[in-house]
Structures are given as C-alpha cells and as structure tokens.
C-alpha cells in the first residue's frame, strides 16, 4: 500500500533562514519579509504539505487556476515557480529547495520540522451501562475532530486509538507504538443531564501526568468542557491556535445524545445500520434544526442507499440535496458537509460542480480523511487515476484503520487497472476491516483479472454473504459469477432481481453487471438504457469500471459515454 508524506502544516513553518506564514500568506527571511506573488506562494504552500514527494503540474494547474480560467499554463507556471526560486535564493541548474522532475513536476527538498502528536485514548464509561457506550465513545470522537483542527498539532485517528478500548496501556508504549508526545485519557460518568468528565494529558516519555482536570456539569455543558480541554492541551504542548470560525453547537441535550447515537451506529459501518443511524440523525435535525452537524450524516444516508440500489435516485437525491443545503446554509465552513455535497454533484454527473465541493472541503480541513476519500471516487470516475490513489493513501494515513478509507486504495488501485497493487491492499483492508463487502468483491475483480479465478470465486462468495443481499451486492457478485463461468448461479442472480422490479424499485445496473458477466450485450445495452433514464449514481463508474471493458467499441456504449460528459477512450 502506498504511503503518503502529505503534511498538514502548522500555521508557521521555519526551513534554513527562510519562514512561512501560511495563515498570513507570507514568505519571511531572517524575520523580513520577502516579496512574493500569490501563485508563487501558492506554489510552495502545495510543495511543502508534500515535502519529498512529486506535485505535478497538472496538480498545480488545479490549484492556480479554475477550469474556465483561460491563460497559457505553461508560460504563467513557469514563471510562478521561476520568480519563487528566486526569492528563496535557489537555481534551477542546482536546487537546494526545489527540484524540477522534468516533463512531470517539481519536489520540495527541504525536511519539514515534524509537529508534535497527542493521541486521544478512548474515554472509560463509567456510568456502570453499556448502552452508554456511545456517549463516552462520540466525546472520544468529538475531542479527535476537535484537536484536528488545530494547525500545528498531529492527531491519530479514532480507527487507531480504538483498538486499545478496554485494553490495558501504559503511555509510554503507547508514545512508542504510536509515535505521540503526549496521551489524553479520560473517564466519563453521566446520569440523565448531569455529567462528570475527568481528563488528563499524560507525557509519553516518562509517563507523568502534564496537565489534569476534572468538571462536575450539566450535558449542555458538554462544548464548553471540549473546548477548555483543547485550550488547555495545546497551552501545555506549546501550540498557539490559530483563530478558528465559531461552531455552532445544539441547545438541545437530546438532540445531541441523539446524534451521537447515530454516529455511534454508522461507525460500525454495517449496511443494516444506515437506517438506524439515519432515524437517529433525523430526530436529532427535528429537535435542533438550527444545528449543521446531523445534516451531512441524514443526506449521506439518502445518497448511500441509492448507489446501494435501495432507492430511487429520483427520490433518494432530492431528499440528499434539501439536507445539505440546509446543513450549508447553517455552517458554510463544514468540510464534512462540502464532502457530502461533492458526492452528491458526482451521482448527479455534474463533474465540475462536484470537483468544486470537493477541493472547498480539503481547503477547510486537509487532515481530515472523509474529504481524501470522497475525492478519490471522483478523481477515479474522471480518469485521474495517480490522483486518486494519492488521495487513498491520504485517506488511510489519516485515517489508517478506517473501512472506507482501506477499501478506497483497492477500489481507485482497480480502476487504474493496477490489479497487482489492489490484491495487495485489498489482502490488507481485509485483514483490518474484514466486514466490508466491498472490498471483497473489488479484490475477486482484480484476482480474475489476473487469472486467480477459483480465488476469486472464493472471495466473491464472501463478499456476497457480508453485502446481505442488496441490490448492489447482488450486481456485483453475478458478474463475477458470469465471469468465472458459474453461469447458473449468474441468471438466478437476474432473475431474482427481475422480479423485483416488478414489485417495486430495484436498481438497473445489478442486471447489466449480471450480463455483463454473461456476455450478453444485447441485453446489457437494453439495461444500459434503462439505468441512464432512471439516473442511477453510479453510473459515473462506466469508463473506469473493468466490467465494461467488453463493450467499450459499441456505439450505444459511447453515445451513454458521451452523455455523462466523460471520455469513453
């Protein structure tokens, strides 16, 4: 699996006698300030959150300029990068800060000063009731996201810190293991709106209490009490933050508890808990709906079970769009919500508009993984193929034991039709998050691509048991089925589906993978039709999918290219 450097700078960073001022958008030498344009500055600002690694020119093209921008590229980054160079005193002939990569791009040379790191060990439940799990385990989540957003400060992500819930550990090791200066542990104790939080920030190096408190309140008091621990953790690593714009929090106890019941629910990640989760962040949206956060969850629901094929886009979409532009509307500055937005614009195929969200979502919160690994889908769906897995691994070092962050580095390594690569991250995604179905399935499509076929038929068979028999999952495992000559088992797979549109909505695109798989292309181009006028989401995969590499030179095939505005070569 590839490993990014990608850094997600402090406010301030200092290399040689030079410093930048990223907040404040200057460049300073020996304390001076330098004359500098904005696209050089931008230049560099995206050469140091890569240091080490090749940011081509196409990726700063993106950055510089929009897409109805018309200038010559080339001349104007030439010039950009030229006139950066010199105002860091460096040649191009014999650079010690920037290295061209000819015909491809340039690499910052310079080590960046590592930041200091704080993991957030999972808080102890102490209300004596496991079904207050998930009050302790969303404060855990919520101090995580809290902390991310404070520049200057590394965080490990929740996938991690949660494999130690309910183990004994020693700060020490964990400092070790996980390569953080300092540990925040806790314990929770709530009896209806009466909560008491005990906190304490614990050095890793010697294992002694920095900094501890504890606070006797009311739930409502719950923000303020995040807030002080973040202050107060950041004061004692030496961190200045950075002024954040105000977050709006609920008034409401119960829709909060709510809330965090179903964020407690999805992060199971279960198929059969969307609805759950959905309830749950619907009643919470009732009770407070002047608050953003619940809007992204309930809208992702909708968008989720139309690609799952549960729902009609027609109406799943719709119901999507209300909730984000309501959440937007409440709290322009959510990344999580632009993410959202950026997935709902690629299952409508408005390319440009969903490229828009995407990249105001990784603006707002760089270390934030859920805007990686939405990218990564629409990198993969346009034919950006080393951008989307650059995002993937992003996605996984965020986020390194996430479901949906491992099995998008198999998933956008797939489309690349880099089959070696997603066997090998799919044997580990499977390893570390084995209920994923997906990841089953994209593993077996790469394993008969490379002629592991009895493999394949293996790990279809378990992908299709965890899939439950969703629409979706049911596509995909009758055209591997098909593929790998279990044709029976293939037209059982359609048949059911058929008659289940007759009962109600069943997606079209599960029956044109089935024949697909089948090669039958008289049908699949008649159930091709059909998923375009019913505006199925996910067919944004049809360029990129291997499935369709059979009937790529049929006219009818193009013509469906051509009208989702994407290249069918």
């Given at each position: 699996m590839t490993e990014s450097k990608n850094v997600p700078m402090s406010s301030s960073v200092r290399f040689g006698a030079f410093e930048v001022d990223l907040e404040g958008r200057r460049l300073l030498k020996s304390g001076k300030p330098v004359t500098l344009r904005e696209q050089s500055f931008q230049v560099l600002a995206a050469l140091m959150e890569r240091p080490g690694e090749i940011v081509t020119r196409e990726e700063l093209r993106r950055r510089l300029w929009s897409s109805d921008t018309f200038v010559d590229f080339e001349v104007a980054l030439n010039s950009a990068v030229s006139r950066l160079r010199d105002a860091l005193g460096d040649s191009a002939n014999s650079p010690s800060v920037i290295e061209t990569i000819p015909k491809r791009g340039y690499r910052f040379v310079v080590p960046i000063p590592k930041r200091p790191a704080i993991a957030v060990m999972p808080f102890v439940n102490q209300t004596g009731d496991a079904k207050d799990e998930y009050f302790s385990d969303g404060l855990t989540d919520e101090l995580i996201r809290a902390f991310s957003r404070i520049q200057g400060l590394r965080v490990t992500a929740g996938s991690v810190v949660f494999r130690f819930k309910g183990q004994r550990w020693d700060a020490r090791q964990i400092g070790t293991e996980l390569g953080v200066e300092a540990v925040l542990e806790g314990a929770v104790w709530r009896t209806g709106d009466r909560i008491r939080i005990s906190v304490s920030l614990v050095g890793t190096r010697d294992g002694f209490n920095v900094w501890a408190q504890r606070f006797d309140s009311n739930l409502g008091d719950v923000f303020t009490i995040q807030d002080e621990v973040c202050t107060a953790v950041a004061e004692a690593m030496h961190i200045r933050p950075t002024s954040q714009?105000?977050?709006?929090?609920?008034?409401?106890?119960?829709?909060?508890?709510?809330?965090?019941?179903?964020?407690?629910?999805?992060?199971?990640?279960?198929?059969?808990?969307?609805?759950?989760?959905?309830?749950?962040?619907?009643?919470?949206?009732?009770?407070?709906?002047?608050?953003?956060?619940?809007?992204?969850s309930a809208a992702m629901s909708y968008i989720v079970r139309a690609i799952y094929g549960e729902m009609p886009p027609t109406t799943a979409l719709p119901e999507a769009e209300t909730l984000v532009s309501k959440g937007l509307a409440l709290d322009e500055n959510s990344a999580v919500l632009h993410s959202t937005l950026g997935m709902l614009r690629m299952m409508q195929w408005r390319w440009g508009d969903s490229e828009k969200a995407h990249r105001r979502a990784l603006s707002l919160e760089p270390g934030n993984a859920f805007p990686h690994q939405t990218y990564t889908i629409f990198c993969s769906f346009v034919g950006r193929h080393d951008e989307a897995i650059s995002h993937a691994a992003k996605s996984v070092e965020l986020d390194p034991l996430d479901l949906m962050t491992n099995f998008r580095v198999v998933q956008a390594n797939c489309y690349a039709r880099r089959y070696d690569e997603a066997v090998h991250a799919g044997r580990i995604a499977i390893e570390l998050t084995p209920d994923s179905p997906y990841t089953f399935f994209y593993l077996a499509l790469s394993l008969t691509a490379l002629g592991s076929k009895e493999e394949a038929w293996e790990v279809a068979g378990m992908g299709r048991k965890l899939a439950g028999g969703m629409p979706l999952g049911e596509g995909y495992f009758a055209y591997l089925a098909g593929v790998l000559g279990h044709a029976a088992e293939a037209r059982e797979v359609v048949e059911k589906l058929q008659t289940g549109r007759e009962k109600g909505y069943v997606s079209a695109l599960p029956i044109v993978w089935t024949y697909l798989g089948l090669g039958e292309t008289t049908e699949v181009l008649k159930w091709l039709d059909i998923a375009f006028a019913e505006r199925d989401p996910f067919l944004g995969s049809l360029t990129v999918h291997p499935a369709y590499d059979c009937i790529r030179d049929q006219p009818e095939f193009r013509r469906l290219a051509h009208e989702l505005k994407l290249s069918a070569e």
């Open positions: 714009p105000p977050k709006a929090h609920p008034s409401n106890a119960t829709a909060y508890m709510l809330y965090l019941k179903g964020a407690y629910i999805l992060k199971k990640r279960r198929p059969q808990s969307i609805q759950r989760a959905f309830q749950y962040q619907q009643e919470a949206i009732r009770l407070e709906p002047n608050w953003a956060e619940p809007y992204s």
